[in-house]
Nanobody
Framework: QVQLEESGGGSVQTGGSLRLACVASGTIFTTNTMGWYRQAPGKQREMVATINYGGTANYAESVTGRFTISRDNNKHAVFLQMNSLEPDDTAVYFC???????????????WGQGTQVTVSS
């Protein structure tokens, strides 16, 4: 079993910053792509940013230039630095990881339980 534990959500005013962290624990050989998704009330879950094992990042257009994703492969952790936050960034943010639990095992998808980010104007 693998668990993803998120931290760092909260409430800020427009223009503020938050840093999200997510650590994967359990039976892990290695993690492949890790990332952050978000879901606002009444909307579908959407990709915010992803990063592969080599460090190549991909961002949603709406956060490009404001958010930065990074990871620590040794700790199976992924981070999201969010700057210049806007009210439209308000959502529950979910961590996602593709995990290999052993050599030759198939990739498995795991999700965190989500952390609330609220940006007030």
């Amino acid at each position: 079993q693998v668990q993803l534990e998120e931290s760092g959500g909260g409430s800020v005013q427009t223009g503020g910053s938050l840093r999200l962290a997510c650590v994967a624990s359990g039976t892990i050989f290695t993690t492949n792509t890790m990332g952050w998704y978000r879901q606002a009330p009444g909307k579908q879950r959407e990709m915010v940013a992803t990063i592969n094992y080599g460090g190549t990042a991909n961002y949603a257009e709406s956060v490009t230039g404001r958010f930065t994703i990074s990871r620590d492969n040794n700790k199976h952790a992924v981070f999201l630095q969010m700057n210049s936050l806007e009210p439209d960034d308000t959502a529950v943010y979910f961590c996602h990881a593709v995990v290999f639990w052993a050599v030759g095992s198939p990739p498995m998808d795991y999700w965190g339980q989500g952390t609330q980010v609220t940006v007030s104007s």
